[in-house]
């Protein structure tokens, strides 16, 4: 109850603020009602921004994950085996992530920190990273280590489409 009453307070003595001109741009009229009776209206200065779930990019959470969402997949799977301090990680990973997207759904990639599972960058013989692997059906098709342009990534996953 307590609570309440600080917050309904704070909220209070912050809308009732006004705002040195010139500093935040000119409010809407549009004001909202509060069930406790406050009325609050929107300051466009601090929008509230979304973006957009991405649905063809994963990341991978443990070895039983990546074998229902790799392995076992009917859609083809690019999978980037990376690492938080590689350079060219960070600049394949991006440019990876858009091609896919461009594919609308014929192919899907899964990213793999090579620091957290270890144990799968063993078992598919990742040596260096960037890795990308090319799987099919749970069988890996196609391989490439380092970075590419769009028009070799294209490639390679038209490769892998079919």
């Given at each position: ?20 001109q010139g500093w935040w741009p ?13 009325t609050v209206t929107p300051n ?116 892998l489409i079919g």
């Amino acid at each position: 109850m307590a609570q309440r009453l600080l917050l309904r307070r704070f909220l209070a003595s912050v809308i009732s603020r006004k705002p040195s001109q010139g500093w935040w741009p000119p409010l809407t009229s549009r004001a909202l009602q509060t069930p406790g009776g406050l009325t609050v209206t929107p300051n466009p200065a601090r929008t509230i921004y979304t973006t957009r779930i991405s649905l063809t990019t994963f990341n991978i959470q443990d070895g039983p994950d990546f074998q229902d969402r790799v392995v076992n997949s009917e859609t083809p799977v690019v999978v980037d085996f990376h690492a938080q301090w590689c350079g060219p990680c960070k600049i394949l990973g991006p440019r990876l992530e858009k091609m896919v997207a461009k594919q609308h759904g014929k192919v899907v990639m899964a990213k793999v920190d090579i620091d957290d599972h270890t144990d799968l960058a063993i078992e598919y013989e990742v040596s260096a990273v960037p890795t990308v692997l090319a799987m099919k059906n749970g069988d890996v098709v196609d391989k490439f280590v380092g970075i590419k342009d769009e028009d070799q990534l294209e490639a390679f996953l038209k490769k892998l489409i079919g």
